[in-house]
């Protein structure tokens, strides 16, 4: 099926005609699907006048035709490549949004985790999945999340219940192939944390080709008292992909969210995290890295909700910017009133080191309580001759120096991530990065 | 005066100057359209061109809808209500010549307002301009400003007797239709002052021009050009204060700075328009578009302001620095009460090579306030080398007030430099726990506290400014913790 012409209000709204050839039925799944489809229509599609996104266009989005990729033919090679160590035993895999049941195995997780495809477990009416989802990840007047919503099927549904340690870390790889027509995947996630329990989760998502593709996923988590879950998001889409995501997590009393989102991919990318607090004494961080070069768009905008008292957040987040490259961080940090004792730190810090980059930053605080300490920064620039004078003085050259320099100002953000072959990668990233930056310096 | 006399002199939280003043006002009708327009350019004699600008800008005006982004509440003023022209009758629209034939009542209220206009009492070293409602009541020390060749008066004076510096520099900095407020200001705008101070001068003294709303349905739609000719180098002051009336008062300015090659404008503001009773009720709505244009090499525009009246501000002095090495500035210090609502910062546009732009901002919240800093900082792709500081430090003072930052940073040149830090907190206990342990009571110790808080922008201020600044925060905050 194709369409002649988009417009950027019809664009969501015309996509809905694929509703109908969704995999997975049930009355909640169906209830569900339509009344997203209803919010997709009533609402209007996000314009540059939006102070939400005046910074980047969605041209590249809306200008194209997309077909659905549920039942879509799929040419797969081995992507055994891709696969963590640490994670044997604990992998979901999804091809272009569906989940493959082939590639995925969790048999090394303890038998108390209910962990599988949400389409599954939505279609047998569970009740946990009818109790929690969309109640993290469905952000008000968001046109994006209710189209997630209005194709939910496949996904990652993830229970862990009370006082379990899950030491596996648990990847979620998320495969979208090359293909020589413009496909759209949404996948929704829900990772549900009970009392006690500790979970790592590594959400992966990796465009094997250079082509275009429109990727929305949503994900969810829910953290109960004193929970632990440590989550860190890799997108490494095609170079033409469109990314955008929405992360929710809701954190109750005494409970910890550590999440990394480290952006590498795609032309176009836009990454929503929004942390709630549920309760008092929470603790949570909401780091990111973005590497990008090219003609690269990638935004983040994150809301940091402190509704009770006494939590502690922590934001760091660090972009490098090269070519023709535009980086967007919009990070708000809201404190409710009568959210008092909140400890929350945010920083953003830009690399830009070519002539046509753009850095577009608003760091924002909004507090309406009087006893917090907030603070948030945010610096743009670029290597400081000082340093790499020093470095050269020492033996290195001008590249080693430089590269060496980049890297430091990356790592920050990356060594604390829990699973080592996760952070072996993105040192390699990081490396191939540097290199690929110096390359192109040298030859302009 | 010394820091602890100035705390000390802090009594009495009221707001000092709602007193209204008893005078007669020419009739004009309200509301805005062409003939309004036309009338108001008449009763000031204007040449053709500034009707032309005036009807110009109506029109822009007109097609234009108010701004939504300030992240304030209010009622949108009902255009056809307000008062676009007031002249007292006793000068029937004409400037005094000398100080005889200004009304009684204004002189006496300028001198309630601690601004002197008799000559033997003069403030020494300042010349003022005084305005009330619409129009320029009176302007000192003009003939020892001509003497350096300093031009000092109101707009209305300028358009007559200087029309080609005006006709050059009005709307060069702030074009017609702007932005919605700017655009009607542009329409009616009344009497502001004019500066031009010409090439290699230091202007021998300060500037100062005081403003006052007294009519209680008019609006005050001031015009001030500031134009400092390179090597030159002025100081100028505003103050304005109001009556406390139950309703709101509009208040829409503009102000346009030019800095030629090597030339220096140090624009300071203490505006203490009345703001509101405790319910909200009454005060001022501030809507101001302030921006300086850094035109020349080496030229340097500061804007320092204190803001403490008004139920309603959206106030953003902003520098372009278009001039190689040009310096943009701005130190605010921001203080709601009760319940305002105010939405200040700045812009620094850095477009030449080597600029460099400084942000000092301190907000202070009490009461039900809501305090907004909203700034902007833009490097443009041939600024080379550009540096800019930010500092936006916000403090919070009761459970029931707000605090917000609102920075935007856009860089789109690599060898600029871009720093930005903002933090939000409250007066410590510990503090004034250690304070009072010193012997000071509790009010002392907060006041010490928020002038320290306060002390890298009130250091910005001229000398007498200063101490007067000291005093109104005082005030401001009075009775505010507890």
């Known amino acids: 099926m194709t369409k002649l012409k988009q417009t950027k209000q019809t664009f969501l709204q015309d996509l809905l005609d694929f509703q109908g050839s969704l995999n997975g039925k049930s009355q909640f799944l169906d209830e569900v699907r339509l009344k997203a489809a209803d919010e997709v229509r009533n609402t209007p599609f996000p314009h540059r006048k939006d102070e939400d996104w005046r910074f980047i266009s969605l041209r590249d989005l809306y200008s194209d035709n997309y077909q659905l990729a549920d039942g879509m033919e799929v040419s797969l090679p081995d992507i055994s490549e891709h696969y963590l160590p640490e994670s044997e035993g604990a992998r979901m895999v999804f091809v272009n949004g569906s989940f493959s049941e082939k590639h995925s195995s969790t048999e090394a997780l303890p038998e108390e985790v209910e962990i599988g495809n949400l389409a599954d477990f939505a279609s047998e009416d569970h009740p946990l999945v009818k109790e929690h989802l969309g109640k993290y990840g469905n952000f008000e007047g968001d046109v994006f999340s209710s189209f997630n919503a209005a194709f939910l099927s496949d996904g990652v549904f993830i229970h862990v219940p009370e006082g379990l340690k899950v030491d596996t870390p648990v990847h979620l790889l998320f495969v979208q192939t090359d293909a020589e027509v413009n496909y759209f995947a949404t996948s929704r996630s829900l990772v549900l944390a009970d009392a006690n329990s500790e979970i790592t989760i590594v959400e992966d998502y990796i465009g094997l080709g250079n082509n275009k593709y429109f990727n929305l996923p949503v994900f969810e988590v829910n953290l109960e008292e004193k929970a632990f879950v440590k989550h860190t998001k890799i997108q490494r889409e095609s170079k033409e992909a469109i990314h955008v995501a929405r992360t929710g997590a809701f954190v109750a009393k005494h409970a910890n969210y550590e999440s990394y989102t480290i952006t590498l991919g795609a032309k176009l990318s836009r990454n929503e995290p929004r942390i709630s607090q549920r309760d008092e004494e929470v603790e949570f961080t909401v780091d990111g890295l973005v590497l990008i070069d090219g003609d690269q768009v ?64 608003k760091p924002q605080l909004e507090i309406f309580a009087d006893d917090v300490v907030c603070t948030h920064g945010a610096t743009v620039g670029q290597l400081e001759e000082d340093e790499v004078f020093y470095l050269k003085s020492r033996g290195l050259n001008d590249q080693q120096a430089r590269e060496l320099l980049i890297y430091a100002f990356a790592l920050e953000t990356i060594e604390n991530i829990a699973v080592d072959s996760v952070q072996k990668l993105l040192v390699d990233e990081v490396h191939k990065y540097t290199e690929r930056q110096l390359d192109s310096q040298l030859t302009t | ?100 034939d200004v009304d009684p009542e204004i002189i006496e209220t300028y ?183 850094c035109r020349g090499d080496n030229s340097k525009i500061s804007w320092t302001q204190v803001e403490t009246g008004s139920a309603i501000t959206w106030k953003y002095p902003s520098v372009i620095m278009q001039g190689d090495n040009s310096i943009g500035e701005f130190f605010s210090v921001a203080v709601t009460n009760n319940r305002q ?142």
């Open chain 2, 1 to 100: 005066m010394s820091e602890t006399e100035a705390l000390e002199s802090m009594v009495g939280g009221e707001y000092k100057y709602g007193f209204t003043t008893d005078v007669e006002y020419e009739d004009f009708p309200t509301g805005i359209n062409e003939d309004i327009i036309r009338e108001i350019s008449r009763r000031k004699n204007e040449p053709e061109w500034v009707t032309e600008f005036r009807l110009e800008a109506y029109e822009k005006w007109k097609q234009m809808e108010e701004p939504e982004w300030p992240n304030v509440e209010y009622q949108t003023p009902d255009f056809d209500k307000v008062q676009y022209y007031s002249a007292t009758k006793k000068n029937n629209g004409k400037k005094p010549e000398s100080l005889d």
């Open chain 2, 111 to 293: 001198e309630k307002l601690g601004i002197p206009l008799q000559e033997q009492k003069q403030l020494q070293g300042i010349a003022v301009d005084a305005v009330f409602d619409s129009e320029s009541i009176f302007t000192t020390f003009k003939e020892k400003l001509a003497e350096a060749g300093v031009i000092f008066c109101s707009i209305s004076e300028a358009i007559q007797d200087h029309p080609e510096l005006v006709k050059e520099y009005l709307g060069s900095v702030v074009p017609k239709g702007d932005n919605f407020y700017a655009a009607l200001n542009s329409a009616v705008f009344s009497d502001g002052s004019f500066v031009y101070v010409p090439e290699d001068t230091v202007c021998p003294m300060e500037l100062s021009t005081y403003f006052r709303i007294n009519n209680m349905q008019s609006g005050q739609f001031e015009r001030t050009l500031i134009i400092c000719e390179d090597n030159s180098h002025v100081s100028y002051l505003e103050g304005c204060t109001a009556p406390m009336y139950q309703e709101n008062q509009l208040h829409a300015a503009v102000v346009e700075l030019v800095a030629l090659e090597n030339a220096e404008i140090k624009y300071s503001t203490i505006q203490n328009w009345y703001s509101g009773d405790e319910k909200g009720k009454g005060g001022i709505f501030n809507f101001v578009t302030k921006r300086g244009h």
């Open chain 1, 298 to 361: 990638s935004d983040t905008h994150s809301v940091m909700d402190h509704r009770f008292s006494h939590a502690e957040s922590h934001q760091l987040h660090k972009c490098v910017i090269n070519g023709k490259a535009h980086s967007v961080f919009n990070g708000k940090i809201f404190v409710r009133k009568d959210a008092q004792k909140i400890d929350s730190f945010q920083e953003n810090r830009n690399l830009l080191l070519s002539r046509k980059g753009l850095v577009n930053t």
């Open chain 2, 341 to 482: 609502q105010a939405d200040t910062g700045t812009k620094m546009i850095h477009v030449g090579k080597n600029t460099k732009s400084t942000i000092i901002s301190k907000g202070i919240s009490a009461g039900e306030s809501n305090n907004s800093y909203r700034g902007q900082v833009k490097i443009s792709p041939r600024a080379d080398n550009a540096q800019n500081y930010s500092v936006c430090d916000s403090m919070l003072i009761g459970q029931t007030c707000g605090a917000h930052t609102f920075p935007y940073i856009e860089s789109a040149n690599p060898t600029a430099k871009v720093e930005h830090e903002a933090s939000t907190s409250r007066v410590g206990e510990d503090q004034i726990f250690y304070l009072q342990q010193r012997g000071m009571d509790e009010d002392d110790a907060i006041s010490l506290i928020v002038n320290g808080f306060c002390k890298e922008v009130l250091k910005e201020l001229p000398m007498e400014f200063a101490v007067e600044a000291d005093k109104l925060l005082g005030i401001k905050l009075e009775g505010s913790v507890g």
